[in-house]
């Protein structure tokens, strides 16, 4: 059962220390996550803010650049005039797709060449003008090229006047504009109908410059906001261009120092609440080990204490039943019988006055008189027994005590005085001229008993531990002195129960001196 017990306090002590544990664990991590939820709400909030500013001003400058184009494209002039107020700086130029051939204003040649020397460029924008979402040419794909024009002839859209030898002519209104990227190219365009197929308008935007002009009007508290093409399943925000405003990682955070100094409290009980969990759990194994440790240490020593006076009867009694003993050794055998049932008696007292203290189960009988009345049979009781032990007994009664009443349990007094009687006995009485003196004075409110005796002292390391219950002498130890080791454990807890004190005053090589304090009656 005991080994039962034992596995589900450290099951649950486990546990409680993995709760624990776990506690602190979240509650370090609790700022981070608190600033994580914090930062995408002000990142989101600034966004919301900074969106409709970027988003005007890039339709501004987009409108811009494209009423520059004007109403009717020029198809079909070969000097293809530069609109009117030039292009501006993140204009990279504009440009002019024919079913015949690739245009771009006067003075634009550097970006024609970089037009015409890019396939995929100069085929998607023809794709396109046919259908907006027509896919990215694909330099892979199997091309069939007119034999007069050489240029490629596509099935992705349709051709009206395969007859090249007649003028290109506008056939209806230009479409509207619309935006596309290849790479580092951002193409805003619109298709024309013409008689010989769709035409394509527009012009290519450096994104990089763009974005220049655009992120003054980006809240401040972005402080890493960037505007670029979106990634993968990334959806766009700055329509109609296919660019994304990101909010970036850097956000300003104002309210930063507020939220950890109304966090430090929750944190700081968390830790505490953690780590007092964990120290009351590893208590609660201690005081079950020192329990159980304990118990062994009662069990160790009752046996060993029992086990003397039962081998001393079982040897004389023996002895004594074959009738061929002298009268001097059956005295002598019925002495030492008598002091072993005295001795047996009084450990049995001690153990049963120990146990009815640890269950709470005190003495109800209070003992009342005057002091000398009280205290001068029980110090004569005393003195005869240790005069029997060898030992001159000196024992002195303040006078005045003798107008002083004394309410106290007399059973008890007399077990501590007898157990401090027996450890003097055990110890002391190995001197040359043992000696006890026992002296009552009177202090505040308080009848004070000082044992003391001339043994050879109590050693330094045992004086801190002498009540504590079990706590036994090397001699007893060794098994050349008997005892349990709670003799002073029990009457420092008597002499608590009536209400009192019992400590060592002092212990030098020259003797040892207890102090008893017992309260005066009214």
Not at 100 to 113: D, H, K, R, Y
Not at 273 to 297: G, K, P, T, W
Not at 353 to 376: M, P, Q, W
Not at 400 to 413: A, V
């Amino acid at each position: 059962m005991k080994k039962k017990l034992g596995i589900i306090l450290v099951i649950f002590s486990l546990l409680a220390v993995g709760a624990a544990l776990w506690q602190m664990v979240q509650s370090a991590r609790l700022e981070d996550a608190l600033r994580a939820i914090d930062h995408k709400s002000q990142a989101a909030r600034l966004l919301e803010l900074s969106l409709p500013r970027v988003q005007a001003e890039m339709n501004s400058l987009l409108r811009t650049e494209q009423a520059k184009l004007g109403k009717y494209p020029p198809i079909g002039q070969v000097n293809l005039p530069m609109p009117p107020g030039g292009q501006a700086d993140f204009n990279c130029g504009f440009f002019l797709l024919t079913p015949t051939m690739i245009q771009a204003p006067v003075g634009s040649e550097n970006f024609l060449g970089l037009l015409e020397s890019s396939p995929v460029l100069t085929n998607t924008i023809r794709r396109k003008a046919y259908n907006p979402s027509a896919p990215l040419f694909d330099p892979s794909e199997k091309v069939t090229y007119d034999p007069r024009t050489h240029l490629p002839v596509f099935g992705i859209y349709e051709v009206g006047d395969t007859d090249f030898d007649h003028p290109i002519r506008r056939t209806g209104e230009p479409g509207p504009f619309f935006s596309w990227h290849y790479k580092d190219n951002l193409i805003c365009m619109r298709s024309i109908p013409t008689s010989h197929g769709a035409a394509a308008e527009g012009f290519v935007i450096d994104a990089k410059k763009l974005a220049a002009h655009l992120m003054p009007l980006v809240e401040p508290g972005l402080r890493a906001a960037s505007i670029d093409f979106p990634k993968p399943g990334e959806p766009e925000n700055l329509a109609p261009l296919p660019l994304v405003l990101r909010p970036g990682d850097d956000i300003d955070l104002p309210d930063t120092s507020e939220r950890r100094r109304a966090l430090r409290g929750p944190v700081i009980s968390a830790w505490v609440i953690s780590i007092l969990s964990i120290l009351i759990v590893f208590s609660i194994l201690a005081f079950y080990a020192r329990v159980e440790q304990r118990r062994a240490d009662f069990v160790s020593a009752v046996t060993h204490e029992l086990r003397t006076p039962l081998t001393s009867f079982r040897l004389y009694t023996d002895m004594l039943k074959t009738g061929e003993l002298t009268d001097d050794k059956v005295k002598e055998y019925h002495d030492t019988l008598s002091r072993e049932s005295a001795r047996l008696s009084h450990l049995v007292e001690n153990v049963l006055s120990y146990a009815r203290l640890t269950r709470g189960a005190l003495r109800g009988r209070k003992d009342t008189g005057s002091c000398t009345e009280l205290l001068s049979p029980l110090l004569d009781k005393l003195s005869a027994r240790l005069r029997e032990a060898g030992f001159a007994v000196t024992a002195k009664l303040d006078q005045r005590l003798s107008l002083l009443r004394l309410r106290t349990d007399l059973i008890s007094l007399e077990q501590i005085l007898i157990n401090l009687a027996d450890n003097a006995i055990k110890y002391g009485g190995d001197s040359e001229h043992p000696t006890i003196s026992i002296h009552a004075i009177q202090t505040h409110r308080f009848l004070a008993l000082r044992f003391s005796d001339n043994g050879p002292g109590i050693p330094p390391s045992m004086q801190k531990r002498i009540f504590r219950p079990f706590s036994r002498s090397q001699e007893a130890l060794d098994g050349r002195k008997p005892g349990t080791g709670l003799g002073l454990a029990l009457s420092r807890d008597l002499a608590r129960s009536i209400g009192g004190s019992l400590s060592l005053e002092r212990s030098t090589s020259s003797g040892t001196t207890f102090l008893l304090s017992l309260p005066l009656g009214e």
